[in-house]
């Protein structure tokens, strides 16, 4: 039984897809053995805790720097025996030395078809760009800020008469689809990371 952290800090409904997706059995030989959040009130974190998952809150305040915070989350990862680490809306940009300490064991969903409109509001970057088509990315984290190798993309038509809202809504159902997808692919071990490529083993 292969064991997911989930880190999150608001909604979380990308934890959800995945937790649904272990439920259903669309994701298998896998549990999700924490949940981390950096926000108390995080609504994710008060769904893990209705459905009994050890859910951690792990405030920041009470650390003097980045770093501090990262190794606490590497300590609980590592009693946990983590397998594979989610963000999922997690709002903390996560230093080199978490990185390192989960190579290519932690991945990350972003609202955009990277590498266009990383960062913050990818929605509304993409509106304003006036781009046609955009989207939602899993890749693997590295040290930049959404640049790792890329998983799995779906791409989203942008309408007309879009807002950030309506677009990001829209985006989400596919969020909700390919994260899951990419989480049972690295739990089969289906994927291979070559450079900056990740080469999908079809097996089955
Ligand atoms: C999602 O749009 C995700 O792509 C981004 O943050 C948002 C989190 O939403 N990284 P939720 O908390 O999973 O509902």
Redesign the pocket.
């Known amino acids: 039984m292969k064991k997911i952290a989930v880190l999150?800090s608001?909604?979380?409904?990308?934890?959800k897809a995945i937790y649904s997706a272990i439920e259903s059995g669309e994701i298998k030989n896998a549990e999700i053995a924490v949940v981390i959040s950096d926000k108390k009130d995080a609504k994710?974190l008060v769904f893990a805790v209705e459905k009994n998952l050890n859910a951690v809150f792990v405030d920041p305040k009470n650390f003097n720097d980045r770093l501090s915070y990262d190794l606490y989350l590497v300590d609980i990862l590592k009693k946990n025996n983590i397998d594979l680490v989610c963000l999922?809306?997690f709002m903390r940009i996560i230093t080199p030395e978490f990185v390192d300490a989960f190579k290519n064991r932690i991945i990350?969903?972003?609202?955009s078809l990277l590498p266009s409109f990383p960062g913050l509001h990818a929605q509304k970057q993409a509106l304003e760009y006036g781009v046609k088509f955009t989207g939602?990315t899993v890749h693997f984290v590295d040290a930049k800020i959404d640049n790792g190798p890329i998983i799995l993309q779906e791409a989203v038509m942008v309408k007309e008469d879009d807002t950030e809202d309506s677009l990001?809504e829209r985006?989400?159902k596919y969020?909700h689809k390919i994260y899951p997808e990419a989480v049972n692919l690295f739990i089969e071990g289906k994927l291979v990371i070559e450079g900056r490529k990740v080469r999908l083993i079809n097996n089955q």
């Open positions: 999150l608001g909604r979380g409904s990308n934890f994710g999922a809306g990350n969903i972003h609202p939602c990001s985006i989400l969020e």
